[in-house]
Each structure stands twice: as C-alpha cells, then as structure tokens.
C-alpha cells in the first residue's frame, strides 16, 4: 500500500510568537515533552516496521518540532529506510542546520516558513544558504501581510534561484486583483492560496491515500475532519481507506486542498507535494483561477 500520513503529536510549544499564527501556543513543562516523545518514538517506529508498505511522512507540529532533538533524530533515522519515500516537515527553521547532513537526502525534505520579526533576516538567509550547499530539499515561504512584502522581494532576490518561494495568504485577509497580482510576481502560484476551495461533495485523496495521525494513534482523514477512521497501532483504519467526497464547505489551507483531486496540484507539485516543491520550474506555472 502507498500512503501519506500528517504527523501531529502533541507537541505545541514555538520558540516563536507569531500574531497572525492561528496555532495553538503554550510552554510544555518537562512531562508533557516527555509525553511528545514518547508519542513520537512510537510512531517512528511503526513507521519503521511497516516494511510492505511504501509511505511519505509530512510532520505538521502546531509548535516548532526541529528544535527537539527528537524530531531530528527521528527524521534522519526514517530518511533512510528504503520504504519511505518522502519524510519532510514543516519549520521556522530556528534550529541548527547541520543535523541534515546525516539523512538522506533524497528523501529528507523541509518545508521552511520565514517570520519576520521573529528571527533576523541574515540568520534566516544564512540556514537557507547552508541548505542549498548541502543540497538539501527545501522550500521557502512567508505568509503575504503588506508588512512582509519588502522583505519577501529580498528572499526572492538573494535565495537560489532553484528554491521555490511560496506565499501564503494571510488567514482572513481579502486580497484585490492589484495586490495579489503583487503576490503573484513572487510566487506565481499565489492563486492556489489567495481564495478557499469549494470543497463540498469533490472528490479528494483524504481518506484513501493520504491520512492524518494525531499522537494517540488516531487516524482521521485529514486535520480539518473530526470523523475517526480507526487507529493507527491496532490497525483498525486500514478497513476504513476508500475514495471519499469532502464534507466541508471550503478547504482553505495548502496541506489540505492539496490532495483535492478537482486541482491540479498533485501534477504542479509532481515529487514534491509534501515539501511544497514544484515538478517544474515555477517560472513557467501559473495557478489555475479557482
């Protein structure tokens, strides 16, 4: 079976306090780190013994995982297991970054968010430039507030060319046709992020190929769907896996609408649709009008 699995544990503590961050926010106190760890190991090592499987691993923390030494040691040990395709996460990338070098890195993959007024500007660049000579797989994206522009245009200018650099929109904010063609110019797949996705009834890989995971085990079909397929330790969802329309209204979020299949993002993102990398130069891409 191939499948695609979002990881979220407990964890929920950020090194960061971003105000336009719609995730949760706390100080762990050692137990609870503990109790991240422990959900953690436990997934790594399911994931490590499902041998006739073929599985790509998205890490989704709602706090910053990378600065845990258990979220990398786990992601370097999974790159290199011959059944897994992919292992990426999601990171404000305020960890170190020579831990890479020892994953494969034809299958690690980070999907890296810039926050300004977080972290320094050269700081962020420097750990994006320590990539890149390493060869590692990586995105690099901000989310678009008029106060991110500016410093956006200069990610775009300074970072290798070959790094994609993705916009999100902002959560609630209304872009008109002349700022988001601004956005635009920066990421020419800004379309994709700048209006929620009618999702009602479609058709989406949720559910069949593509599964969330929360730290207990509980497999739903994506984060957005309370609705329990099973769970994963005791193997009770795997009888719950079909194709299955959306029951939302909107899918507004890119770890999402991504698997919807009324888009065309799985061929856009083609090898890279956990790591947010498109298959082909994004210059020559345009988003599809919703």
């Not at 706390?26 to 422990?38: F, K, M, N, T």
């Not at 370097?76 to 494969?104: F, K, M, Y």
């Not at 790591?275 to 020559?284: D, K, T």
Request: glycine letters at 8%.
């Amino acid at each position: 079976m191939d499948l695609t699995i979002l990881y979220r544990g407990p964890l929920a503590s950020c090194d960061y306090d971003c105000p336009y961050c719609p995730f949760a926010k706390r100080r762990e106190v050692p137990a609870q780190l503990r109790g991240d760890l422990a959900a953690l190991e436990r997934f790594a090592g399911w994931a490590a013994a499902q041998t006739g499987d073929r599985l790509s691993l998205l890490f989704t923390p709602w706090g910053e995982g990378l600065v845990r030494s258990w979220y990398r040691r786990a992601l370097v040990e999974l790159s290199h297991l011959p059944h897994l395709r992919r292992v990426a996460i999601q990171t404000n990338l305020s960890c170190r970054t020579d831990w890479v070098a020892a994953a494969d890195l034809d299958t690690l993959a980070l999907w890296c968010t810039y926050h300004p007024g977080q972290t320094p500007y050269d700081r962020f660049l420097d750990k994006c430039r320590d990539l890149a000579a390493m060869g590692a797989r990586f995105s690099v994206g901000v989310v678009g507030l008029p106060d991110h522009l500016e410093q956006a245009r200069r990610l775009r200018a300074e970072l290798p060319e070959q790094v994609y650099l993705w916009v999100n929109a902002a959560e609630g904010r209304t872009y008109d046709d002349a700022e988001a063609a601004v956005w635009t110019e920066l990421d020419p797949l800004f379309g994709y992020s700048r209006h929620p996705h009618r999702s009602a009834g479609l058709p989406c890989r949720t559910g069949a190929s593509v599964v969330s995971v929360d730290g207990s085990g509980t497999v739903r079909r994506c984060h957005f769907v309370r609705e329990e397929l099973g769970n994963l330790y005791d193997g009770s969802y795997r009888a719950a896996l079909r194709p299955r329309p959306c029951p939302l209204a909107v899918c507004d979020c890119h770890i999402g609408y991504v698997h919807l299949e009324s888009l065309p993002l799985y061929d856009v993102f083609a090898g890279g649709v956990l790591e947010r990398i498109p298959g082909a130069p994004v210059q020559s891409l345009r988003a599809t009008p919703p």
